[in-house]
């Protein structure tokens, strides 16, 4: 998900729980600060999609569209932008920046395709996030194949976990965790 040095987080309680305040200590706890409207424009120019608003610097709340979708965007790509919000009780997932993240991820439209977390096959860091587009043709299939698979043990899925979407629709694209 990291798309440079910018990504999205929620409240371990959930989706749309952090307030500004909070939203701020989130991304402060992992190194970084909450992201400005250009860097999260930045990080969509080269892929970064994620249908849940979020805060950023100074206040302002949004989320990035890359593609187009009924559910998400309202049928527009950019920044979905609600403004400089001046409740900052209001609740909202956050979007952070960390000029120092290691940068992972990318997009992939080869045949086929070997990726692995940085530093393998030392462990990956903390708070690593990886966020990876893999594009085919209308009609071609993928196929994962793991040859090694190895996250910390939590049966919530919270401290590490591997999403995939079918599509950039982050609602209806959901496969699992």
Known sequence: ERAAGVYHREAR???Y????????????????HLAT???????????????AAGWMAKGRVGYPIVKAGANCGFGKTGIV???????????????CYNPNG???????????????SPGYPKEYENEQVCY???RVRYGQRIH????????????????????IYD???????????
């Open 17 to 32: 729980r952090l307030t500004f305040a909070e939203a701020e200590a989130v991304c402060e706890y992992e190194g970084g």
């Open 132 to 134: 990876w587009h893999i």
């Open 144 to 163: 994962l194949q793991f040859l090694e698979f190895d996250v910390e043990d939590d049966t919530a899925c919270l401290a590490d976990f591997l999403e």
């Open 102 to 116: 290691k940068e992972c991820g990318g997009v992939f439209t080869d045949s086929k395709h070997v990726f692995k």
């Open 167 to 177: 599509s950039y629709d982050d609602i209806n694209g959901f496969v699992g965790r």
């Open 13 to 15: 309680s959930g989706k």
């Open 37 to 51: 409207y250009q860097q999260l424009e930045a990080a969509r120019k080269i892929g970064f999609h994620v249908c």
């Open 81 to 95: 932008d609600y403004g400089i919000r001046l409740n900052r009780s209001e609740r909202w997932d956050a979007y």
